[in-house]
């Protein structure tokens, strides 16, 4: 992945086999990209190069990133859902993004189309991020748990006890380790193996 932002405007976000080349989604949409980041450069954020993408940042927090995809360029705000969208130009990035929203674009004239709604959530998301106001905490799904590992639960409530004292991704790895066994034996047979790891506070890969 790129190392600085100039890269990713001259060759790409380098997260794929077509970096610095014509096919590569971000050279694609240079035109409208190079617009979205001269106006982020006239804000008081920071330019930094994150997860392959231009991010914008405020005393070291994530504020705002440029995007591109193969469909579309977009503007994410990490905030999103807090911000107080008039013109109803914002969109979630994924079903389950929860906190993130996108402005998307899908030519270079869209952003002069929406120049003041852009400028407008872009001071408004500096000022949240200056406030300091935290994000709602994230949605806490229940796992849905194998029948095998419930049963051994039922056999062992030491083992239940464990596996409840587990960090949420741990639990997740667990979870989806076990649960994509075709075949109950084998669901069986990977909870026994791994149950002196529950027991110890480890995660399977541990």
């Given at each position: 992945?790129?190392?600085?932002?100039?890269?990713?405007?001259?060759?790409?976000?380098?997260?794929?086999?077509?970096?610095?080349?014509?096919?590569?989604?971000?050279?694609?949409?240079?035109?409208?990209?190079?617009a979205l980041r001269s106006?982020?450069?006239?804000?008081?954020?920071?330019?930094?190069?994150?997860?392959?993408?231009?991010?914008?940042?405020?005393?070291?927090?994530?504020?705002?990133?440029?995007?591109?995809?193969?469909q579309y360029f977009a503007l994410m705000f990490?905030?999103?859902v807090l911000l107080e969208d008039k013109t109803s130009i914002l969109v979630a990035p994924g079903e389950n993004s929860q906190t993130a929203r996108q402005i998307r674009f899908h030519q270079a004239n869209d952003i002069k189309a929406n120049q003041f709604a852009i400028k407008e959530l872009i001071h408004q998301a500096i000022e949240l991020e200056s406030s300091g106001k935290k994000l709602p905490e994230k949605e806490k799904k229940t796992l849905e748990l194998p029948e095998e590992l419930l049963q051994a639960f039922k056999a062992d409530p030491a083992l239940q006890?464990?596996?409840?004292?587990?960090?949420?991704?741990?639990?997740?790895?667990?979870?989806?380790?076990?649960?994509?066994?075709?075949?109950?034996?084998?669901?069986m047979d990977r909870i026994e193996k791994y149950?002196?790891?529950?027991?110890?506070?480890?995660?399977?890969?541990?």
């Open positions: 992945m790129i190392r600085n932002v100039d890269d990713f405007f001259k060759k790409g976000c380098g997260r794929c086999s077509q970096w610095n080349t014509p096919s590569c989604k971000a050279l694609q949409w240079n035109e409208g990209l190079t106006i982020l450069l006239k804000s008081s954020l920071k330019e930094e190069a994150k997860w392959g993408f231009p991010c914008y940042t405020l005393n070291g927090n994530n504020v705002i990133m440029i995007q591109a995809f193969r990490f905030k999103g006890k464990a596996f409840a004292a587990l960090t949420p991704g741990r639990q997740r790895g667990y979870h989806i380790f076990i649960a994509q066994a075709k075949q109950s034996k084998t669901r149950r002196s790891n529950i027991l110890e506070g480890k995660g399977y890969q541990e």
